[in-house]
C-alpha cells in the first residue's frame, strides 16, 4: 500500500452507483471531499456472514456530507448488483476487473495456491489529492479500524482546504442573491410564476454555499476565520430557509390563495430575521484574510428584505352617484350638439366634485328645489337641447288626423304664422260647401271614422269606375279607430272575400251617414 504522503493515483472504472451502471473517475471528487478508498479481496468474501459484511463500518462515513467512499474489488459490476441487494449497501463499488488500480496502489498479491488477489486496505485522500492515511493486509477476515480513519479524516484539511471550500461555498452564495434579488422584484411586480422559479433557484444555490461553509469550518485550522466561516454558514442557511417560504407564498398566490400567500410571506421573516444580524461574506478574491473578526452585527436591521405593499388609503365615495351620472349624459349630449351642458342646480357652490356640502355637523345638506327654479331648469334644458321632444304647449290638444293635410288637397287649415302649429282640427276634411247644419253636425260627429258620409276632398272627383281609387281615397282619409270603423290591419291581412261595389256605402255605417251621398256616387254621378 502507498504511504501517507503520497500522491494517489488517478483513475477511472466501471461502478455501480445508486442502482446505475456507469463509469467514476476520482477527479470528480477531489477538491470538493475527501475520499476513502477501500479495497477488498471480493464480493461475498470470507469477511462476510448472512448478515453483515465488511463495508457496514465505511458505510456509516456516507452520513458526512464533505466524504465520498468507493469500494474497489476486482468483481464485475453484475456481481456488484447482487452484493448491494444482499446487504443494502450504498457505498459506490467499481470493478477493476484487470487489476490495475490495484497495482498503482500498490495492494495486488498473489496467495499461496497462485490465486491473483488484492489485499484489505484503506487509504484517506485530501482534497489536494494526497494520501493522509493508509493501511493494508492480506488477511481476509481482518477488518480496518474505524477509529483512525474517523482521526485522519478529522486532520484533513486545514486551512488551505478549508479556504478552497470556502470559495466555492462563496460562488454559490453570489448566484443565490442574484435569484433572491430577481425574484422579489417579480415578487414586487406579482409576477408570481417567475417569482416562484427565482425563489427556489436562490433556495438550491444557498443550501449548496450553506453545505460549503460548513466544511469549512470543519477543516480550518486558523481560529481567527472560524467566526467567518461560521457566520456565513449561519446566514446562508436562514437565506435557503426564507427562500423555501417563499417559494410556498408565490406558489399560494398564483393560485388564487391570497391569505395563505401572506401567512408564508410573513413566515418568510422569522428566518429572515436571522439574515439581518449578519454581515455579507467577504469576497475570497478580496483582501484575505478579512480585517472582520466576525460577520455579526453589533445591532441587527429592522428594514425587511422583502418587498411590501403600500399603505394606500382607501377614498371615501363622497360623490354623488345621481350628480355623476347627470354630467356625464350632458357632456356626450355637448359632444353630440355642440352646446354647453346645462349646470348641474343639485350641486352647491364651492364642491367642484359634485358632492354636497356638508352641514356643521358633518351631515351633508339636502338641496330644495322650488317650482321657479324647476321651470327654469326646463327652459334652459329645452333651449339647451333644440332636437328633443316638443313640450307640452308646442303639442296639439287633440289630433284625429293622421297626415297634416288631405292628399291631393289645398292647405285649408289656417296656420299660425306664428309658431307654425295648424289649429285645432277635428276632422281631416272639410263639409261639403252646400251641407246644411244638421249634415255639418253629422260630418263633425263622424269626421274622425274612415269611409264616413260627407267627408269630402277638393281636387278632382276620381273615376266611379276605378274601384281601386275608391279605396285609395278611403285608405287616406281614415283616422283614428272607432267603434264603427272596420278593422284596418285585419282588412289588408285577410280581404273580404266579396269585394264593396263602390256605388254601395259599407253596411256598418250609421243612418245619418247613409242619407247623404258618397263621394264615389257624387263622382259617378258627375261622370253621368
Known sequence: MLSEGADAPGFELPALVDGEERRVALSEYLGDDAVILAFYPADFNP????????????????????????????????????????????????????????????VDFVDDIGQSLIERAVAVVGHDGTITYSWSTDDMTELPAVEEITDALAETGGDDTAFARYRVGHAHYTEGRRAFTSAMEAFRQTEWVMAQHDFQQAREEFEAAADRFDTAVRFVDDGSLTPIYEGAHEKATALWQAADWLVQSASAYSSGSGSEGEELRDDAEIPLSTVREYREPPDPDGEWPPEMETLEKDEPDDATVLP????????????????????????????????????????????????PTAA??????????????????????????????????????????????????????????????????????????????????????????????GDTTDGPAPDAGDGRADEATAMESEGPD????????????????????????????????????????GGAGADE
Open 47 to 106: 469477511a462476510c456472514d448472512e448478515e453483515s459484511c465488511d463495508l457496514d463500518r465505511l458505510d456509516l462515513f456516507t452520513m458526512q456530507k464533505d466524504v465520498r467512499i468507493l469500494g474497489i474489488s476486482p468483481d464485475s459490476v453484475y456481481s456488484h448488483r447482487a452484493f448491494t441487494a444482499q446487504y443494502d449497501l450504498t457505498v459506490p463499488l467499481l470493478a477493476d476487473t484487470d487489476g490495475e488500480v490495484a497495482k498503482r496502489y500498490d
Open 308 to 355: 411590501t405593499e403600500a399603505d394606500d388609503e382607501d377614498a371615501a365615495l363622497t360623490v354623488d352617484i345621481d350628480a355623476a351620472a347627470e354630467a356625464t349624459d350632458a357632456e356626450a349630449t355637448s359632444d353630440e350638439t355642440g352646446a354647453e351642458p346645462a349646470p348641474d342646480r343639485r350641486r352647491e357652490p364651492g364642491t367642484a366634485d359634485g358632492a
Open 360 to 453: 356643521a355637523d358633518g351631515e351633508p345638506v339636502e338641496d330644495d328645489i322650488d317650482d321657479e327654479e324647476l321651470a327654469e331648469i326646463q327652459a334652459e334644458l329645452a333651449a339647451n337641447h333644440p332636437d328633443s321632444e316638443p313640450s307640452a304647449a308646442e303639442v296639439t290638444e287633440e289630433s284625429t288626423a293622421i297626415v297634416e293635410a288631405p292628399p291631393m288637397g289645398d292647405a285649408d287649415d289656417e296656420t299660425d304664422e306664428s309658431d307654425g302649429v295648424p289649429e285645432k282640427s277635428t276632422s281631416i276634411v272639410d263639409p261639403p260647401a252646400g251641407a246644411s247644419a244638421d249634415e255639418a253636425d253629422t260630418a263633425s260627429e263622424h269626421g274622425d271614422e274612415p269611409g264616413a258620409a
Open 482 to 521: 272607432t267603434d264603427d270603423a272596420p278593422d284596418l290591419s285585419l282588412e289588408l291581412a285577410e280581404p273580404d272575400p266579396e269585394p264593396i261595389d263602390a256605388d254601395d256605402p259599407p253596411a256598418d255605417e250609421s243612418e245619418a251617414a247613409s242619407d247623404e251621398p258618397s263621394e264615389a256616387d
